[in-house]
Structure formats: structure tokens, C-alpha cells
């Protein structure tokens, strides 16, 4: 079938809006329509060229929401009419990972997504009658898009699709990285590197647990507001700090802080933020993604005295089943998703969504179908 993409010819240069040739699902596979997606961080990152995993060309796009139209052969746990979010981290619940408590890292179908194809080993996409690569196995930035069973979560049909698109990524990767990952208990003291799109959920997450003390840290002061009206008790501005900003926080939350969230994608924030944290339990949770190549550094005395160094993807959550609780938090209240989704547009005007984010300007950009 014929489809409107955002297809990602060349790194570096904007996205073109084509017609592009899908084809139908296979066995285990599901066609999807997506009524909206937003634009993250991430595919920014792919799109720059810096991503090592980046192919070309592709169809970005990895935090949409939209409705069943067609299912594959074998396909059990959905229908035609249900609606759906896209899952870039699966949940196949028969892996080892699946089924080791410890982590939500699916391995199912790990090797051919990080190829930019299906699990069969070939694309659905193709333009001009070659083929595009999938993204994160989600391609949202395409008014239809084929996916595997397995990295699909039904949710509710009441749920706004243009807001809860934003759980299939920057929700829940902040949120579950307090629950999931941190498992931060009520009376916390929380240091947040970073408020933007990942860094505002979790300070809301950290909120939502009853965290006492929620620190943010950020360069740029127009976030402070914010953060505020999302539970932030302390905004430090490391621009303002005349001293060493480790020790100001550690002075700050009384000794250090019993969690703290990297969300820039700074190795030097990072490192921050690991020794911010109390002595003796402080534990820091990496959650921003760093450019290719870059390590991280501390004293090793640093972890010997008790603190500890951990990271975070799609905030812990297991897709199919934690998602559909979220979209549930946000319809009874519990989160706030609609101030921080600043900016909605058609797919033809998918770029502004870009420069918007680059500029600094946009929270969340959400293209609507
Ligand atoms: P963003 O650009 O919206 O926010 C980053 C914030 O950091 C901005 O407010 C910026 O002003 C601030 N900042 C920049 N440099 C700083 C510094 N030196 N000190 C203090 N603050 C500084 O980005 P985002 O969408 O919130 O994403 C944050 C990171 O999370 C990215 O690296 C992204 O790739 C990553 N991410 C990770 C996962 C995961 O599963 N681990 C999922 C999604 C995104
Ligand atoms: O299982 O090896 C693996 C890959 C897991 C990918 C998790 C990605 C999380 C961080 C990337 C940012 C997502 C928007
Ligand atoms: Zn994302
Ligand atoms: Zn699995």
C-alpha cells in the first residue's frame, strides 16, 4: 500500500515527506495506523549522523500511538480497532530476559532491529523499489507502519492518541526510571540533571512516590518554571554556583542525595551526579544517552564508600504490560502529559518539529495524522 512518511534519506540533511510502498504484515506481524507521534531526542541524535547504529534511509520515528488495521498470520493477542503504542523495547515474555525479573531487555528480536528490519531479516518499506530501514522497530513518522506482535501494548480507546503517543518514550523512560529502576520510597531526596523532555518525568515520577527533597539542575533557567509546577523543590543553575556544584548539592540535600537522574547525555554531568549522591546508599541512575565512543570517569573510592552507578532504558518498564498502567495514571490524573507536549503539527511540517527542539524552544513536538 502506498503511505505518507518522513523518510531520512541522508544524515544531517532535513527529512522529506514521500509516498513511500508498505507492505503488508507477515506472520507474527501487525499493520498499524498511526495517528500520532512525537519527536524525541533521539531520532535527532540518528538524524545528526552521530548515532553509530544510524542507517540510511530510514523512517524515524520510535513514540506513536495509533490503531489496529490488519493482523498477520499467528497474531493472538490483537485485533483490527485496537489501539496501540508502539514498543522500540519488545516484550516477548518467553526470552531469558523476559523471564529474569531483573531486567525489561527483550532479546527477541534485538539482532534484526538494530539491522533496521523485521524479525524475517527483510524491510516492509521500500521507495522507488528500494528498500528503507525501520527504526527501533517502530517507524512512526509514517501515517502506517508494520510491527511485530511483541512490540505492540494495547491501551485503553479512550486515551487521547496526540497525548499518550509521548508514553511510548519520554513518559516512561523518566517515570520508570524513579519506579522501575531506582524504586525511589517516599521521603527521598532527588537530584535531576537535566529538564527537558525526560528530565520533567522524572521529576513528576519522583513527585508521584512522595519524594520530600527534588532537586533540578539545568543550564538553562527558562525550564525552571516547569519543573515547579511538576514538583521541583530546588532549581540550581550550574552557571550560578560560584563554587564546586558537587559540593553545593551535596549541601544542599543535607549530605547528598539518596537518588539522582542523569538525563543531558553528558559524561561530565554524569560523573556529577554520581558524586552528588549521598555516602554510603546514594545511588545514581544514567539515563541520557552519551555520543558514540564517550566514556565515563570517577574515583573508584567514589563507589568503594558506599555509593552506586547504575543506567536506565525505557525506564525499566516492560512494555506490554507497564504501558497500558501509564496511559491509566494519565487518564485518572495522576501525571500530567498535556504541558509538557508544547507543540502539535501535520507530517508536512515534521522539520519545524526539529528545529524547534534544537533551538531549545519545545518540551515535546507531536505530529498529528
Ligand atoms: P532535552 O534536550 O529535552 O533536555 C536536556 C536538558 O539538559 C535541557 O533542558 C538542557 O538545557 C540541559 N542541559 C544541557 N547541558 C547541560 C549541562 N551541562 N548541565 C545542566 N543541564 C544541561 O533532552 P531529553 O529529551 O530530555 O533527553 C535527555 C537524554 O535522555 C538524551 O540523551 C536522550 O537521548 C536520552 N534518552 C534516554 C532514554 C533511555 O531509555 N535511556 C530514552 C529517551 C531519551
Ligand atoms: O537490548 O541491547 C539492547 C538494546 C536496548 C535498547 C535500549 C535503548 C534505550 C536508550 C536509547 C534511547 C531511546 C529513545
Ligand atoms: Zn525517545
Ligand atoms: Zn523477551
Not at 556544584?245 to 537518588?259: C, K
Amino acid at each position: 500500500m502506498d503511505v505518507r512518511a518522513a523518510v531520512a534519506f541522508e544524515a544531517g540533511k532535513p527529512l522529506e515527506i514521500e509516498t513511500v510502498q508498505l507492505e503488508g504484515p507477515k506472520a507474527g506481524e501487525v499493520l498499524v495506523e498511526i495517528k500520532a507521534s512525537g519527536i524525541c531526542h533521539t531520532d535527532a541524535f540518528t538524524l545528526s549522523g552521530e548515532d553509530p547504529e544510524g542507517l540510511f534511509p530510514s523512517i524515524f520515528g520510535h513514540e506513536g500511538a495509533g490503531v489496529v488495521a490488519e493482523c498477520g498470520p499467528g497474531v493472538t493477542s490483537l485485533k483490527p480497532g485496537d489501539h496501540v503504542i508502539p514498543l522500540y523495547t519488545p516484550e516477548c515474555r518467553e526470552c531469558d530476559y523476559c523471564l529474569n525479573p531483573k531486567t525489561n531487555l527483550c532479546q527477541a528480536i534485538r539482532t534484526t532491529q538494530g539491522q533496521g528490519l523485521m524479525p524475517d531479516g527483510t524491510s516492509r518499506f521500500s521507495y522507488k523499489g528500494k528498500p528503507i530501514f525501520h527504526y527501533m522497530g517502530c517507524s512512526t513518522f509514517a501515517n502506517y507502519t508494520v510491527l511485530p506482535e511483541i512490540a505492540l501494548a494495547k491501551i485503553r480507546k479512550d486515551a487521547p492518541f496526540d497525548k499518550v503517543c509521548y508514553i511510548g518514550c519520554g513518559v516512561t523512560t523518566g517515570i520508570g526510571a524513579v519506579v522501575n529502576t531506582a524504586k525511589v520510597t517516599p521521603g527521598a531526596r532527588v537530584v535531576v540533571f537535566g529538564l527537558g523532555g525526560i528530565g520533567l518525568n522524572v521529576i513528576q515520577g519522583a513527585r508521584m512516590v512522595g519524594a520530600d527533597q527534588i532537586v533540578g539542575v539545568d543550564i538553562n533557567p527558562a525550564k525552571k518554571p516547569l519543573a515547579e509546577k511538576f514538583g521541583m523543590t530546588d532549581f540550581v543553575n550550574p552557571k550560578e554556583v560560584s563554587g564546586d556544584l558537587v559540593a553545593h548539592l551535596v549541601e544542599l540535600t543535607g549530605g547528598g542525595a539518596d537518588w539522582s537522574f542523569e538525563c543531558i547525555g553528558r559524561t561530565d554531568t554524569m560523573r556529577q551526579a554520581l558524586e552528588c549522591c549521598h555516602k554510603g546508599w546514594g545511588e545514581s541512575v544514567i539515563i541520557g544517552v552519551a555520543g558514540a565512543g564517550q566514556e565515563i570517569s570517577t574515583r573508584p573510592f567514589q563507589l568503594v564508600t558506599g555509593r552506586t552507578w547504575k543506567g536506565s532504558a525505557f525506564g525499566g518498564a516492560r512494555g506490554r504490560t507497564d504501558v497500558p498502567k501509564i496511559v491509566d495514571w494519565y487518564m485518572d490524573g495522576k501525571i500530567n502529559i498535556d504541558d509538557l507536549i508544547t507543540h502539535t503539527m501535520p507530517l508536512e511540517e515534521i522539520n519545524k518539529g526539529f528545529d524547534l527542539m534544537h533551538e531549545g524552544r519545545s518540551i515535546r513536538s507531536v505530529v498529528v495524522y
